[in-house]
Structure formats: structure tokens, C-alpha cells
């Protein structure tokens, strides 16, 4: 495999892998003709929010008008197939069909299906007197769409930046990764090959806008599909109202009125358009629409998996078989992915490896620091026990290390004598690592005053569980009850303290009793029904020592005593 090389970012002022905080991830993977391999990285600080906006400028739709049918077909063992294949086996038609008004209906029909005259929208009891020996099964839009998904998130080989576009496409955000590529003719080949291979018919569009690129890729021919920067307008000139995505009402009033393209739309005059289909809040509005396709107005949306920080990208001459070929290839990028966290000060928190599959099935694994770090060999034992349950299956072609958490980390102070301070957090990590973060806390104090309020239990790093300065307070049991236990209680005075009390049906006498202390509920806390509690430190005749309480004050209801903890 070839080593791996940072991509450089002239455009914005800056090279290697230190972009200020405002730029995008641009990284991309680069296939050379033969099998080689090659990589390509790019550091850079994520947008916060995982939503793409008009200020994208390149992006690829992939539509893929069977999917439905398409992806029971994906391949299961391994075996790469092509559409092709397909058809030289002597499938029947194969249709779906879901409950509709006049029975069952057709949803989705193969291209043997097709050729024979079924169409979706047609009664199934029709089709069957069409067509002999169809095959029927039942439409399944949930795991349609959640097929497409992990499709979506195989496509994060191209780039990190995916979103499922309706129910049959998906939404690359490809900005400054076709010259990885060798342009973006073979960018779109080279995606297209991939797809292809795992048996789906595809369509792509190329353009500055999602809905540019998603009409292009559904209405245009095929060599009209990439249009250049800045040439939007004049590319979708020809193509039909259709392809603006408006409602079936706004389309059939649009052609009622002789406008069929986007061409003639967009020759009027925008107040004319205006009176007859004002703008709304509807995304699919016709104005809101032409907004979107000619990048006048942001298409939001979600995208499958946050953007990485930083990122690093390798391919394979040949598929990967075997645990020690991911461990080889993970301390090669590990190893680059620390000098890019110590030129831009930075820290990983939270690393993902995304293993890619011939047959397009991808795997991910996550680790997790309790602190910043760029201590490649530590970082390198955590991912150990996740490859364990990383199965290559037939083959993995290709890898991604993210960085999807990272915070400032400056290099630490050695004492006096040379040494370090000592640290915890390697270890913490590790026993997190192979027992899990539910499995691994420690107890912090927190702002509250009744006693088995104080304290919780926080999860390493957790958010908010810095050290609060221990309160000067009287002693302490060793044991404290989850839940205080009622007690029958004699004392001489209301409020002085007791002089016996029975507790599991045991009688003990105190001979020794300081108190009270007084702990009331917070005033800010909606609790309440929760009473002012007077607490005693007692000793009886054997020497045993107990934490009493008693709520119920003089003028609140009558008393009632609890035993709430123990001392040595």
C-alpha cells in the first residue's frame, strides 16, 4: 500500500492537516487505474450541527429508481454481482405490491417485469392476468429505507458527508474531492463502477445545489448530467417542470399554462410567478423550489453521520482478510492522525474506524478517551479489542479512522526532577474498553443537601463532574442507607434526642447522643413534599454508633424517627 499523504488546502491559506475553524473536511479517496492503492487525508473542524446548507458548492445525487427491487438482491456472500448477471439468469418478473384502495397494487416492478407491460400503480390481479408466473412479494418500505441508510453510510468511502434523499437516493456532498479522483467524470465513474458492481442500477447528476444535481440525475440524459460551477440555469433550461420536485397540482397547472420546462418558468417575471402560486411554508412550493435548484434559498438536510474533525482515508490493492492486516493498516493512520492533533493542538476524545466491505457492507467501532490525547500507542490498544469482533467477511477493501471528538490539548509541564505527574487515564480508558463506560464511574458530589442526594456516580469525563471542595461538615457514617428505615423512638423532651429505640425488633438503650443538625430541602428544588430533618450521632450500651433523624418539627405533624447510616 502506498503511504499516506495530507491532502493540501491552498484555496483557503493553509497545507496539511491544521485548517483554522471555520473550514470543511474536503477529504476524498483517490483509485489509480491497475488496483493500486492510494490515500488521502484532510484535517479540519466540523460544522456543529449535522445539516448541509446552500453553502456547499458541489454536490453528486445518486438515484437509484429500483431500489426497492435492487436491494434484495445485494449480495449476501460475498459474491460481486452485476445487473448483468441478473438478466443472464432466467429470473421470473419480479414485482411488489402493498394494500391500496382497490386491492393490492403494484409498488415496484424489475425490468423483466417492465418489459412485459406491469408498471406500479397497476392491480395485482390485473398484472397476474397480464403476465403468467410473476413473482410477488410484499412492498417493505421500512427496511427499504433502512437499507438505504447503511447504503448511505458504505457511500462514506467518497466522502463523510451523506444523506438519504426520499426513498430511493442519496446526497453526496463531494466539495473539493474530484481532482482525487482525477476529476469529476471519473469521480462519478468510479462511484457508479462501485454501485454497479454490487447489482444496482444508478443514475447520477452533478451540480452546485441537492436539487440541481437530484433533477439531472432523474430528467437529464446522460451526457447533460455534470453541469459546471456557476451553471445551473442554463443546464436545467430544458428540462421539464418535473424536475423541480413541485406538488402534482402545481405541475399540472404549470403545463395547463404551456410552461413545460424550467427555462420557460424561469423567463417570467418572479411577481408574476408570485401571483399565481404564492410562496409558502411548504418546502415543496414552486418558488421555494426554484429557490433551491438555482441555490437562492438553503436545502437543509440531515445528514447520516456527523462530519468527522479530522479523517483519514485508505484503500487496499487487495481486500483485507485477516485481523493483522487491519492492525498494520490502523497504527499507519493512527501514527499520522496524532501529528495532525499535535500541529493543530488538539486532542482526540472519541476516534471511529469505518471497515468497508467488498460486498457493501460496512462496520464501524468506536473508542472513547475520559481525556484529550494524541498517544498513538495508547489509542492503538483501545481499538485492539474492537478489531476482535471486526468481521472481514469476504473481504475489506477499504478503512476510515475519524475523529469525531476533539479538544484543545497543550503539551504538559514536566515537574523539577524531570519526571511526569502521574496519570490514570490510560488505564481508565483501557478497563472502559473492555468493561464498558456503565462499568467504570466514580462517585462526584453534587449541590444537593440530604445526604443520599450529595453524591452520584459519573461516567469518566462525563460532563460537569469536576471536583467540588469537600464541605466542612460534621462526621460522616461509613454506611449510609439507600433507604432510611423507620425506627421506634423514646425521648424525655419533643426535640431533644432519643433515649431508646427499637430497630429490628431490637431494643438499644444510647447512652451518648450530640446533635442536632438541621438539613433542609433546597428552596429551588420542586420537591416539595420532602420535611426538614433533625439529625443525632448516638451510641448505645454495646458501643455501637448511628446517624438518626427526625422530621415532623413542632407545629408539622407528629415526629417520626429513621435510622439512616451507621458509623465504624
Known sequence: ?????????????????????????????????????????????????????????????????????????????????????????????????????????????????????????????????????????????????????????????????????????????????????????????????????????????????????????????????IVKPGKVRAALKTLPVEALGVTRSDTLTLRHLGLSTIGAITRLPRAALERRFP???????LLQRLDQVLGNRNEHLSLLAPPPVYRWRLDFAEPVMHREGLETALANMMARLTVA????????RRLALWCFGIDGSMAERTVAASRPTRDTDHLQRLFAGELETVDPGFGIDA???????????????????????????????????????GAVLRPVFTERRFPEQAERFAGPGEAGTSPLPYPDLPPRPFRLFERPEPLQVIALVPDGPPRLFIWRRVRRRITRAAGPERIAPEWWTPDTDQATRDYWRVEDTDGHRYWLYRTGLRGNGAPRWFLHGLYG
Open 1 to 225: 500500500m502506498d503511504s499516506l499523504q495530507p491532502v493540501q488546502r491552498p484555496r483557503d491559506g493553509w497545507s496539511g492537516l491544521s485548517p483554522p475553524l471555520t473550514t470543511r473536511s474536503t477529504s476524498a479517496l483517490q483509485e489509480r487505474p491497475g488496483g493500486a492503492s492510494d490515500s488521502s487525508a484532510a484535517g479540519a473542524v466540523a460544522q456543529p450541527d449535522a445539516m448541509w446548507s446552500g453553502a456547499m458548492k458541489r454536490v453528486l445525487s445518486v438515484w437509484l429508481p429500483r431500489w426497492a427491487i435492487d436491494r434484495r438482491r445485494l449480495p449476501t456472500s460475498g459474491t460481486q454481482s452485476t445487473p448483468q448477471s441478473f438478466e443472464r439468469v432466467n429470473f421470473p418478473p419480479l414485482v411488489l405490491a402493498a394494500p391500496g384502495r382497490r386491492g393490492m397494487v403494484l409498488t415496484a416492478v424489475d425490468e423483466r417485469a417492465e418489459h412485459t407491460g406491469l408498471m406500479p400503480g397497476m392491480r395485482l390481479v390485473d398484472a397476474r392476468a397480464l403476465v403468467a408466473g410473476i413473482t410477488v412479494e410484499k412492498a417493505d418500505p421500512v427496511t427499504d429505507q433502512q437499507a438505504l441508510v447503511q447504503l448511505g453510510l458504505w457511500c462514506g468511502r467518497f466522502t463523510p458527508r451523506v444523506a438519504c434523499d426520499g426513498a430511493d437516493g442519496l446526497l453526496l456532498d463531494v466539495t473539493g474531492c474530484s481532482h482525487l479522483f482525477g476529476g469529476e467524470q471519473a469521480m462519478m465513474q468510479t462511484v457508479s463502477k462501485r454501485l454497479t458492481r454490487l447489482g444496482l442500477e444508478t443514475r447520477l447528476g452533478l451540480a452546485d445545489t441537492p436539487g440541481a444535481a437530484r433533477a439531472l440525475a432523474r430528467f437529464a440524459p446522460e451526457h447533460q448530467r
Open 399 to 437: 478503512i476510515a479512522l475519524h475523529a469525531t471528538l476533539v479538544e484543545p490539548l497543550e503539551a504538559r509541564q514536566p515537574l523539577l526532577d524531570g519526571s511526569q505527574q502521574d496519570n490514570l487515564d490510560p488505564l481508565i480508558d483501557r478497563l472502559v474498553a473492555r468493561l464498558g463506560a
Open 279 to 285: 410562496p409558502c411554508s411548504a418546502e415543496n412550493g
Open 341 to 348: 492533533l499535535k500541529r493543530g493542538q488538539h486532542g482526540a
